[in-house]
T-cell receptor
Framework: NAGVTQTPKFQVLKTGQSMTLQCAQD?????MSWYRQDPGMGLRLIHY???????DQGEVPNGYNVSRSTTEDFPLRLLSAAPSQTSVYFC????????????FGSGTRLTVV | AQTVTQSQPEMSVQEAETVTLSCTYD???????LFWYKQPPSRQMILVIR??????QNATENRFSVNFQKAAKSFSLKISDSQLGDTAMYFC?????????????FGQGTRLTINP
């Protein structure tokens, strides 16, 4: 059971480039979320989804897009990378009907130069 | 909007000591969960313990226990007999239940160092 898989683990981008961070879960979880982690600020919610075809914005959505065409996959797209998007990104998923918290992927460290 | 505050950016204790990490939160909700997550240097987010707000009994998981004070909106984590492997960032998190998305709101984190 792989859990939540994020790729890549590390990435360096130039300002203005675009890229997609991949996230896949094999637990049939309805809820999926993307967070970014910055020093001294904890984790902040970027976008989330409550099921295939349904997404919504979180606390810091600007500069990012998401889609959820299947239950398993929830990619995060950076449209035009900026140095302010240098961060560690986490994908997480949760089963709507259970009391456990979210299960997290191992994160992607992104540097925009 | 809910907020979570961890007022101790860093803490350091000797191995085998007991340490308590503080967390306060602000909400008008009555139905919610609270969590403590551990993030070791590997960067992986690991769930340590959870507390359902409707339960008066404090949650425990082996050496980890919480002191949940609902009226005071306080949720501290106690680590007993601390071990070197407990060295990590610890995040307190809040999750509303009466909401479709059940999103997590995190505190700023406490960096805990266990010294040999």
């Amino acid at each position: 059971n792989a859990g939540v898989t994020q790729t890549p683990k590390f990435q360096v981008l130039k300002t203005g480039q675009s890229m997609t961070l991949q996230c896949a879960q094999d637990m049939n979880h309805e809820y999926m979320s993307w967070y970014r982690q910055d020093p001294g600020m904890g984790l902040r919610l970027i976008h989330y989804s409550v099921g295939a075809g349904i997404t919504d914005q979180g606390e810091v959505p600007n500069g990012y897009n998401v889609s959820r065409s299947t239950t398993e996959d929830f990619p995060l797209r950076l449209l035009s990378a900026a140095p302010s998007q240098t961060s560690v990104y986490f994908c997480a998923s949760r089963d709507r009907g259970r009391s456990e918290g979210y299960t997290f992927g191992s994160g992607t460290r992104l540097t925009v130069v | 909007a809910q907020t979570v505050t961890q007022s101790q950016p860093e803490m350091s204790v000797q191995e085998a000591e007991t340490v308590t990490l503080s967390c306060t939160y602000d909400t008008s909700e009555s139905n919610y969960y609270l969590f403590w997550y551990k993030q070791p240097p590997s960067r992986q987010m690991i769930l340590v313990i959870r507390q359902e707000a409707y339960k008066q009994q404090n949650a425990t998981e082996n050496r980890f226990s919480v002191n949940f004070q609902k009226a005071a909106k306080s949720f501290s984590l106690k680590i007993s007999d601390s071990q070197l492997g407990d060295t990590a960032m610890y995040f307190c998190a809040f999750m509303r239940l009466n909401q479709g998305a059940q999103k997590l709101v995190f505190g700023q984190g406490t960096r805990l160092t266990i010294n040999p």
